[in-house]
Nanobody, 116 residues
Framework: QAQLVESGGGLVQPGGSLRLSCAAS????????MNWYRQAPGKERELVAF????????TYGGSVKGRFTISRDNAKNTVYLQMNSLKPEDTAVYLC?????????WGQGTQVTVSS
């Protein structure tokens, strides 16, 4: 069955960087657009970044634009989120999402905590 597994989260100081990975299996990864969402306690789930299936088009949420970069490697069935200049308000569970038409899959998420 389809599976998305995130990794790379952790505790980082403000101004630091992290690289998240999301490994996909059980479906044709290269045909799916990929998204990173995040959800902080007491807040709604927020779209962080989008990348289309070929990997040549991306969009970002306003709060992360210029600091985060989404990329994908269709040969490795993996999508990445490079996060730079992290701020305490970036603290959240980061979730990977695959979407094609009405079909979508979610990962379990990885915790990112930005704190000194």
């Amino acid at each position: 069955q389809a599976q998305l597994v995130e990794s790379g989260g952790g505790l980082v100081q403000p101004g630091g960087s992290l690289r998240l990975s999301c490994a996909a299996s059980g479906f044709t990864f290269s045909r799916y657009a990929m998204n990173w969402y995040r959800q902080a306690p007491g807040k709604e789930r927020e779209l962080v970044a989008f990348i289309n299936s070929p990997g040549d088009s991306t969009t970002y949420g306003g709060s992360v634009k210029g600091r985060f970069t989404i990329s994908r490697d269709n040969a490795k069935n993996t999508v990445y989120l490079q996060m730079n200049s992290l701020k305490p308000e970036d603290t959240a569970v980061y979730l990977c999402n695959a979407r094609r038409g009405m079909v979508e899959y979610w990962g379990q998420g990885t915790q990112v905590t930005v704190s000194s």
